[in-house]
């Protein structure tokens, strides 16, 4: 799988064999720094995964996916900064979303590079509650300042939604928000003559199967900076570095999504015993 290959080597494992049914009891990890194990529930249609995957692998050989510009707006009321962002990616929510929730992988929330300390505080179904310390690095007159952000992030894995808050993030008196992926069926269009399909079992059965789900994402932030920094000039260096970083990170995400859907797939099951039978030989 190469770019993503914790969330690929699963994804081929599990699709192998049948799900398991797993306990309803919610759980508290204590350790501040937990392994963090992916996901085995039974809201993830694992078959699905990899059929979007191979579907958007043969499209971009043909007719390769374009990235429209992030939609970036920010306004301010009563010293709270609000800032709305709106993204289409090619490429299934299920994918996206795990890229900005998996903490080991490069684009956890929003592709925060440093992941100092994270821990479990609720787990129960698709809903997850995690205590989390990153930095994001800022280029303020060419020089990159780590920003420390210790947040609570509250997710609801089948729903494709999250909502954080701070418990102490740097310059930031207030800080919290929430971003959701919505799947975008790019080919009803062209699959789906007849009728408008309005959920992904309507769309996959007016496409035979055959039609590509893309992701919308949605994100909204409200900050408000302690003072002097929510006074100008600092406030307007703050609110530039805010669009300009996000600018960054949103392309960084982009990227992610291009490798995916260039990247090769794995070896099936017969081509791996056929290579091993020939190895012996």
């Not at 992916?38 to 007719?63: F, S």
């Not at 740097?170 to 003559?193: Q, T, W």
């Amino acid at each position: 799988m190469g770019v993503f290959p914790r969330f690929g080597s699963w994804i081929n494992q599990k699709s192998q064999q049948p799900l398991k049914a797993e306990s309803k009891i919610s759980k508290n990890v204590d350790s501040e720094e937990d392994n963090f194990e992916l996901p085995n529930k039974d809201y993830l249609d694992l078959k699905e995964v990899r059929k979007q995957m191979n579907l958007w692998r043969e499209a971009e050989k043909k007719h390769p996916w374009h990235n429209a510009s992030p939609k970036i707006k920010v306004t301010r009321e009563n010293g709270f900064y609000h800032m709305h962002i709106e993204l289409t990616l090619g490429l299934d929510p299920d994918q996206v979303y795990f890229f900005l929730t998996d903490p080991e992988s490069d684009c956890f929330f929003f592709l925060m590079k440093e992941n100092k300390s994270r821990k479990v505080l609720f787990e129960n179904g698709p809903r997850l509650i995690t205590r989390v310390e990153k930095s994001v690095a800022c280029k303020v007159f060419g020089v990159y300042i780590p920003i420390s952000m210790h947040l609570i992030l509250d997710e609801n894995r089948k729903d494709y939604m999250t909502q954080y808050k701070k418990e102490r993030v740097i310059f930031m008196k207030e800080f919290k928000g929430n971003y959701k992926v919505e799947p975008v069926f790019v080919d009803k269009e062209r699959l789906c003559k007849k009728k408008i399909p309005m959920t992904r079992e309507e769309y996959k059965k007016c496409s035979g199967g055959k039609g590509k789900i893309a992701s919308k994402l949605t994100l909204d932030q409200f900050y408000k900076p302690y003072p002097p920094f929510n006074l100008p000039p600092l406030s307007w260096l703050v609110r530039g570095l805010t669009i300009k970083t996000s600018k960054v990170l949103l392309a960084l995400l982009q990227d992610m999504t291009w490798l995916v859907r260039t990247s090769k797939p794995p070896p099936s099951e017969d081509s791996k015993s056929a290579s091993n039978k020939h190895e012996k030989h």
